[in-house]
């Protein structure tokens, strides 16, 4: 890495304002002054100090989106040996859920870093909207939609208003769109099981605006900086 981002990283200054710095004679690499542009470091191995003092990177977060498949926990270990979501991320950071997805449903699940940021997604105050398809046995009456949409009992408390769309329907099953704005254990399954509905699949398909798209089951990809900025700004 090249000295002037090095110290970038390190929050001294803009890439211009170090390259200034490190000519004024400032910086020094393993005990030894550099004034030339252009330096390359090694971040891991080497030592960096401006005006005698060390300096280390800021650490930079990771974030990550995942196409949870079913059968997967989303814990960092699993007493029973099953499958986690780590196991399906190859990244050298310790990352961890924003929220669950419980076991038999597939679909968008954060994944970061940033401890701070994920209280904040997952805090009930902030309704961020998230939206799930479920196909269903059997078909799902206008009562009882209004009734997800205006809110059901769940452990003594009305959840707090949906919204619910019918999109296809067979002589078998129907496929329904629902979102929600809390995150309560394993919600919509019990939203749709208090209506008398049991749940064929389920899967999570948005968090606020942002979409799993085309990601494949299994896969994932890191967010963009339009997207972390979006999720920042919630």
């Known amino acids: 890495m090249r000295l002037n981002k090095y110290l970038a990283d390190c929050g001294v200054d803009s890439r211009r304002n170090c390259d200034e710095i490190i000519a004024q004679g400032r910086v020094k690499v393993n005990g030894k002054t550099v004034t030339r542009l252009g330096v ?23 974030y ?38 419980d076991y038999d449903t597939e679909g968008l699940l954060l994944l970061t870093t940033d401890g701070q940021l994920a209280q904040t997604l997952t805090h009930p105050s902030h309704h ?32 707090q208003p949906a919204s619910v769309k019918v999109v296809e329907k067979d002589e078998r099953t129907s ?29 999570r398909v948005s968090v606020g605006e942002l979409r799993l798209g085309g990601l494949s089951r299994g896969k994932y990809r890191f967010l963009t900086e339009k997207e972390i900025n979006y999720l920042k700004s919630l």
């Open 128 to 159: 961020i909207p998230k939206t799930y398809v479920a196909r269903i046995f059997g078909e799902l009456s206008e009562e009882e939609e209004k009734s997800l949409e205006k809110g059901v009992l769940l452990d003594g408390a009305l959840t």
């Open 40 to 62: 390359d470091v090694d971040p891991e191995n080497d030592s960096v100090s401006l005006d005698g003092r060390r300096l280390r990177q800021k650490r930079r977060d990771v």
């Open 175 to 203: 496929r329904i769109e629902i979102t929600i704005f809390e995150g309560r254990n394993r919600q919509v399954r019990r939203m749709l099981e208090s209506v008398g509905k049991d749940v064929e699949f389920l899967k």
């Open 64 to 101: 990550v989106m995942l196409h949870k498949p079913k059968g997967v926990v989303c814990t960092a270990k699993d007493d029973k040996g099953r499958k986690t979501v780590l196991d399906l991320v190859d990244v050298k950071a310790r990352l961890f859920p924003v929220g669950r997805l």
